[in-house]
T-cell receptor, first 114, second 114 residues
Framework: GENVEQHPSTLSVQEGDSAVIKCTYS??????FPWYKQELGKGPQLIID?????GEKKDQRIAVTLNKTAKHFSLHITETQPEDSAVYFC?????????????FGGGTRVLVKP | DGGITQSPKYLFRKEGQNVTLSCEQN?????MYWYRQDPGQGLRLIYY???????QKGDIAEGYSVSREKKESFPLTVTSAQKNPTAFYLC?????????????FGPGTRLLVL
């Protein structure tokens, strides 16, 4: 089955700096890669996603890049703010035909210091 | 308001007891999912259902059971066979599609063993 690894497990940045989180996946059939933000005691919220036919996607201060050949994808947060402090998860899916199941990375705890 | 609701927010289980976690959605989504999250870890798939009256085991189905009698509802029962049930349980739903489809998560239920 699919295996997703996520690094780093913790990330501390100064407010205004950039944060980068990297994930690798094992199943070349995976074609959908969402990123979720989870605040303490709450359910994950989708922040951005990318499909395999696209190499990069951007939404304001958040961007995701995908390298299908190398089987890795990354989340970039620019101009970080204290409210960006949370746990971030990457995930990979083989699509609807494979059950639309998500395999999650282990998470990155991001702390933005004011 | 459209969304996913989970109840209760906290649930306590005694030894040998079965407990049922509720998940309801009014998003008209066909697919629903149950994940387990242990402290400091990613989410792992327990069961999923892509259509009413059908469901499939995920990666950690042992000790759990589900039913999908209605499109809106996907209850999860944690049976006495699950020896380590303490965790945060998250329900999600998605619409059908040909590629990966976004999963939207509920607020979660925290299960504790007395």
């Amino acid at each position: 089955g699919e295996n997703v690894e996520q690094h780093p497990s913790t990330l501390s940045v100064q407010e205004g700096d950039s944060a980068v989180i990297k994930c690798t996946y094992s199943d070349s059939a995976s074609n959908y890669f969402p990123w979720y933000k989870q605040e303490l005691g709450k359910g994950p919220q989708l922040i951005i996603d990318i499909r395999s036919n696209v190499g990069e996607k951007k939404d304001q201060r958040i961007a995701v890049t995908l390298n299908k050949t190398a089987k890795h994808f990354s989340l970039h947060i620019t101009e970080t703010q204290p409210e960006d402090s949370a746990v971030y998860f990457c995930a990979a899916s083989g699509g609807w035909a494979a059950g639309n199941k998500l395999t999650f990375g282990g998470g990155t705890r991001v702390l933005v210091k004011p | 308001d459209g969304g996913i609701t989970q109840s209760p927010k906290y649930l306590f289980r005694k030894e040998g007891q079965n407990v049922t976690l509720s998940c309801e959605q009014n998003l008209n989504h066909d697919a629903m999912y149950w994940y387990r999250q242990d402290p400091g870890q990613g989410l792992r798939l327990i069961y999923y259902s892509q259509i009413v009256n059908d469901f499939q085991k995920g990666d950690i189905a042992e000790g759990y059971s589900v039913s999908r009698e209605k499109k809106e509802s996907f209850p999860l029962t944690v049976t006495s066979a699950q020896k380590n049930p303490t965790a945060f349980y998250l329900c999600a739903s998605s619409r059908p599609g040909t590629s990966g489809e976004t999963q939207y998560f509920g607020p979660g239920t925290r299960l504790l063993v007395l």
